[in-house]
């Protein structure tokens, strides 16, 4: 990693400034009600406001650090042939949780991660609706700013004798998540969409989010950055961290955020995990 703490904090507030001007795009087109959807090649729905985001969020980063490529949900038609030459990328979600936007459920976020040898150096999710941001960078910890609030810094909170409070998409229900969900004796469970999961395990609101189903790189970079610098991990089923860029396919495997890292998850994970 080449820059300076200051330098990658300054990195950090242009990319926060970048997201929250796609957020008001998005939010343009989410309170229109009329907008376009299409189907994409995976069968999941694509619409004018990922676009939108993209567009903005990928011009932006292009401005600030022109040397540094981009890799976009809606850009991604790139080779590992290619990407596997890049020691340091911009990967993006502009919209995380289409199918929640489509719905209007509210629970959809603007991802952005900046990756350093195959790992997330920093990371900004911006929350549309709420006008919530969460974000952090190497060795800076994690914060958090709101509407008429000022920037605070987050930290996850640890296990003590209580039950522990699970997050989930409400789409991702299903026997696997059942199975997971039968190992505790007691928990609270909110349903909530997108990376926001991870902002929630992030600012101590929640403590175990499994994730039990296809994602992609661009679901998790940033919020990977942000739990890891507010205490918590990220990781794989096996208790190794997520990686970035090192195969053809950008499918994450399973993976879970905990908000304390030393508190023994593994108890919970079902017998096969993905």
Same mark, same amino acid.
């Given at each position: 990693?080449?820059?300076?703490? *200051?330098?990658?904090?300054?990195?950090?507030?242009?990319?926060?400034?970048?997201?929250?001007? =796609?957020?008001?795009?998005?939010?343009?087109?989410?309170?229109?009600? *009329?907008?376009?959807?299409?189907?994409?090649?995976?069968?999941?729905?694509?619409?004018?406001?990922?676009?939108?985001?993209?567009?903005?969020?990928?011009?932006?980063?292009?401005?600030?650090?022109?040397?540094?490529?981009?890799?976009?949900?809606?850009?991604?038609?790139?080779?590992?042939?290619?990407?596997?030459?890049?020691?340091?990328?911009?990967? #993006?979600?502009?919209?995380? %949780?289409?199918?929640?936007?489509?719905?209007?459920?509210?629970?959809?976020?603007?991802?952005?991660?900046?990756?350093?040898?195959?790992?997330?150096?920093? %990371?900004?999710?911006?929350?549309?609706?709420? %006008?919530? !941001?969460?974000?952090?960078? =190497?060795?800076?910890? =994690?914060?958090?700013?709101?509407?008429?609030?000022?920037?605070?810094?987050? !930290?996850?909170?640890?296990? @003590?004798?209580?039950?522990?409070?699970?997050?989930? !998409?409400?789409?991702?229900?299903?026997?696997?998540?059942?199975?997971?969900?039968?190992?505790?004796?007691?928990?609270?469970?909110?349903?909530? %969409?997108?990376?926001?999961?991870?902002?929630?395990?992030?600012?101590?609101? #929640?403590?175990?989010?499994?994730?039990?189903?296809? @994602? !992609?790189?661009?679901? @998790? =970079?940033?919020?990977?950055?942000?739990?890891?610098?507010?205490?918590?991990?990220?990781?794989?089923?096996?208790?190794?961290?997520?990686?970035?860029?090192?195969?053809?396919?950008?499918?994450?495997?399973?993976?879970?955020?905990?908000?304390?890292?030393?508190?023994?998850?593994?108890?919970?994970?079902?017998? *096969?995990?993905?």
């Amino acid at each position: 990693m080449n820059d300076s703490s *200051n330098e990658l904090l300054d990195l950090l507030y242009e990319c926060r400034s970048i997201a929250e001007s =796609a957020a008001e795009k998005i939010m343009a087109i989410y309170r229109q009600n *009329n907008f376009s959807v299409t189907i994409k090649k995976d069968n999941s729905p694509v619409t004018e406001a990922d676009f939108a985001a993209h567009h903005t969020i990928t011009e932006g980063l292009l401005r600030l650090r022109p040397e540094i490529p981009v890799l976009s949900e809606e850009d991604a038609e790139i080779s590992f042939t290619e990407r596997q030459k890049w020691n340091r990328y911009w990967l #993006v979600d502009p919209l995380d %949780g289409t199918r929640d936007f489509v719905a209007h459920t509210d629970t959809f976020s603007v991802n952005i991660a900046l990756i350093d040898n195959q790992e997330p150096i920093l %990371g900004v999710i911006t929350i549309p609706v709420t %006008g919530e !941001s969460f974000y952090a960078c =190497a060795g800076e910890g =994690a914060f958090k700013t709101a509407p008429g609030q000022n920037e605070t810094r987050i !930290s996850t909170k640890k296990m @003590t004798d209580r039950k522990p409070i699970i997050t989930v !998409s409400g789409s991702r229900k299903g026997e696997v998540l059942e199975n997971c969900l039968s190992r505790f004796d007691q928990y609270e469970i909110k349903y909530i %969409g997108s990376s926001i999961k991870s902002c929630r395990v992030a600012e101590g609101a #929640v403590d175990f989010y499994p994730c039990l189903g296809p @994602t !992609s790189e661009w679901d @998790t =970079a940033a919020g990977q950055c942000i739990v890891e610098q507010a205490g918590g991990a990220m990781t794989k089923m096996n208790c190794t961290r997520l990686a970035y860029n090192t195969k053809k396919s950008l499918t994450n495997p399973w993976f879970m955020a905990v908000g304390d890292p030393d508190y023994d998850w593994s108890k919970y994970i079902p017998d *096969n995990p993905g």
